[in-house]
C-alpha cells in the first residue's frame, strides 16, 4: 500500500547529544555511544546533523536526548539553545534528565521546546502528576522491564496526553518497532497520542503502527542509514 495512505503517522527525527556532539545510538548501550559519522552531515555538531535530518524529512517537530544531563553530568544546555535558534520553526521535544519541579519550571520558562519526562529520570510519579499535559512523558522499556517507578507504569489516569513508548534495546538496531508494547499502552491509553521510538526498519513499519493508531515514530538510524526519506513526510501542519 502507498506510504501517503498511511500519513498521519508522524516521523520525528532523533538527536542524542553527548559532550556538545550528536552521538550514534545503539540498544541503548550509552557507554558505547561515539560521534556520529552519517553521509547527511559534514560533521556531528548538533545543528549541522539537525539539518542533515531535516533535509530528508522536513519535520515539524525534533526529538533532542540531552544525555549529559539525563546521565548527570550538568544539562547542555547551550546546544539546545543553538538548535532551538537555528530551526525556529520546528518544535524541540527535550529529554534532558528532568526529575525536580524546579528544574522543570527552569526549562519551561527558557522556552526551548516542549519538556519530556523520562520515567528513568523519576523517582516517583510526583512530578508528572504536578506537570500533567505540560510534559510528553517517556515510558522507558529496557528489555522486558519498565525503567522506572511502578507508580508511574500502574497508574495510566497520570499520563499526559502525548506519550513516547521508549524500547532502548531496539534503539538504532533495525529490529522492528515493539508493537506489542505499543498495543498495551495505547489499550491503557485510548486518548492520548502514542509515539513508538527504537526499531524501526523502513516504510514497511508505517502500516502496522498506523493500524494500532499510533501518532507517530522518532527515528535515527534508518533516515542516516537511507532506509526511510522524504517519500514519508508525516502529517500536514
Sequence with gaps: MPLAAYADVEIIPVID???GQAVRARAGDRDSYQPIVTPLSPTSDPVDVAQGLFSVVPARHLYVADLDAIEGRGADAGSVDRLARAFPETTLWVDA???TL???RAFLLRGRGSLVLGSESQADAALLEALA????LSLDFRGEAFVGPAAIRDNPSLWPATIIVMTLARVGTGHGPDLARLAWVR???PRSRIYAAGGLRGPEDIPPLADLGVSGILVASALHDGRLDGRHRGPAT
Excluded: F
Design 133 to 136: 499535559d505540560r510534559a510528553v
Design 97 to 99: 534528565g528532568i526529575a
Design 187 to 189: 489499550a491503557k491509553a
Design 17 to 19: 547529544l553527548r559532550h
Design 102 to 104: 524546579d528544574e522543570a
